[in-house]
């Protein structure tokens, strides 16, 4: 279903120039009226608004649409940027001592200095399948770890074939992913790599004989004496696989040594490392690096990484005493005690977030957000600052975004910190 909010021509309206404020007086030909579109997801199960609000939060424009709409709204005046809102309603399971229940969900994403003509696009995720992996010359298995599981050892059934040194077994992954192994076997000590790039295209066989030893890249020298955990990816043929993550133990401080393949089967790697941190029981990173590494070893640089977050009723104000980030994505999110829950995720600069008034929202779902945002609830807000190696903008990153160009905030070289308190 196609939406449209149409907007008017300013050269249709020449004769009102002096009265309308959408046109510039004697440059009626430049005149923009703003228009963004935004595809919805599927995960509505009822009705879904997309919004347009100006600085004080008030609704400029909206459009009532369903699930997996494409929604096209525009205004009558000109405006270069505009903070545009899509609002679905959709159900939660929780399991409650055991007894799993659903609670209707208000997911919410808010995008300040939206630029005229934005295009929010929705990603389509390939379903798990399950694939067959046949690899041979194998007499003996030791060890199989398919690091995509995150666990010391592969979890399914493994089927050796001594008749003709065949092993096989299945993993369930989506097909546009690439698959990477360990494998221990013929009474060899050094685990063997077995990738393969891009499941749907391959054919997941392989000869353990010809398959390379993997290695030790290097160090990585932790900023701090804290305990930090790892992701290292390899990128073969633009797809990612997991490669390597700390098993035992979990944590690492320090300094460690990332396990990968000094080959040129591995177009290059991707490396996260985080530092975990709690909040009644919720999981965030304090701190995290993002990047694609040109080398090993590698020396991660300590940063200030305070943030001081305000509220005033809904005005809120977000600044960082040192080290100004490119972007503030805040979450302001509930999924404690009794339903509706809300979950709502606002994309910003700093100068926009240093003073926010939250958007109304449509008037028909006004009455729930007064319920969602008042008092008496264990609502929570996570405020993320993201900062790029890069010389991006906040537009880029918007693209990016809006894109969903997942590889673009660690191909730019990501450092963010993070915090969740009370809101």
């Given at each position: 279903m196609k939406l449209s909010l149409r907007p008017i021509p300013c050269l249709a309206l020449a004769l009102t120039l002096s009265i309308w404020p959408g046109c510039?007086?004697?440059?009626?030909?430049?005149c923009e009226p703003y228009s963004a579109s935004w595809q919805?997801?599927?995960?509505?199960?009822?009705?879904?608004?997309?919004?347009?609000?100006?600085?004080?939060?008030?609704?400029?424009?909206?459009?009532s649409a369903e699930a997996q709409d494409?929604?096209?709204?525009?205004?009558?005046?000109?405006?270069?940027?505009?903070?545009?809102?899509?609002?679905?309603?959709?159900s939660a399971t929780v399991n409650d001592g055991g007894n799993p229940r659903t609670e209707t969900l208000y997911r919410l994403t808010t995008v300040l200095g939206a630029p005229n003509g934005f295009d929010w696009d929705t990603l389509a995720l390939l379903p798990l399948q399950e694939w067959e992996?046949?690899?041979?010359?194998v007499t003996s298995v030791e060890r199989l770890v398919w690091p995509a599981e995150r666990r010391a050892t592969f979890q399914g059934d493994i089927i050796l074939d001594p008749a003709a040194d065949v092993l096989g077994f299945a993993i369930n992954a989506r097909g546009d992913e690439a698959a990477y192994f360990e494998l221990t076997a013929n009474s060899n000590v050094m685990p063997r790599a077995i990738i393969f790039p891009r499941i749907d295209s391959s054919t997941l066989s392989a000869d353990y004989s010809?398959?390379?030893s993997t290695s030790n890249l290097g160090a990585v020298n932790l900023p701090d004496n804290n305990d930090?955990?790892?992701?290292?990816?390899?990128?073969?043929?633009?797809?990612?696989?997991?490669?390597?993550?700390?098993r035992q133990p979990d944590l690492v401080n320090g300094s460690f040594n990332p396990t990968g393949l000094l080959s040129s089967r591995v177009d290059r790697y991707r490396l996260r490392v985080n530092r975990p941190a709690f909040y009644n029981g919720i999981a965030y990173d304090a701190l995290a690096y993002d990047f694609s590494p040109s080398g090993f070893p590698i020396n991660l640089t300590a940063i200030p990484s305070i943030i001081d977050y305000q509220r005033t009723d809904e005005e809120l104000s977000i600044t960082t005493p040192a080290n100004t980030p490119l972007v503030y994505e805040v979450r302001i999110f509930d999924y404690t005690g009794p339903g509706p829950w809300i979950d709502w995720t606002i994309y910003g600069t700093p100068e926009a977030l240093s003073s926010f008034l939250l958007p109304d929202w449509p008037g028909m779902v006004t009455a729930q957000r007064d319920q969602l945002l008042g008092a008496g609830r264990s609502t929570a807000i996570q405020i993320?600052?993201?900062?790029?190696?890069?010389?991006?903008?906040?537009?880029?990153f918007l693209d990016a975004l809006a894109s969903k160009n997942q590889q673009w905030l660690w191909e730019e070289g990501l450092i963010e910190w993070s915090t969740i308190t009370d809101y």
């Open positions: 510039r007086d004697g440059d009626s030909t430049s919805l997801s599927a995960t509505a199960t009822d009705l879904a608004w997309v919004f347009i609000s100006d600085e004080d939060g008030q609704l400029v424009a909206e459009q494409d929604v096209d709204i525009s205004t009558e005046e000109c405006a270069d940027a505009h903070t545009l809102s899509a609002l679905t309603i959709g992996v046949t690899i041979g010359n010809t398959a390379p930090w955990q790892y992701s290292l990816y390899g990128l073969v043929d633009d797809a990612i696989a997991l490669m390597d993550y700390p993320r600052a993201l900062q790029v190696q890069s010389n991006a903008s906040y537009i880029d």
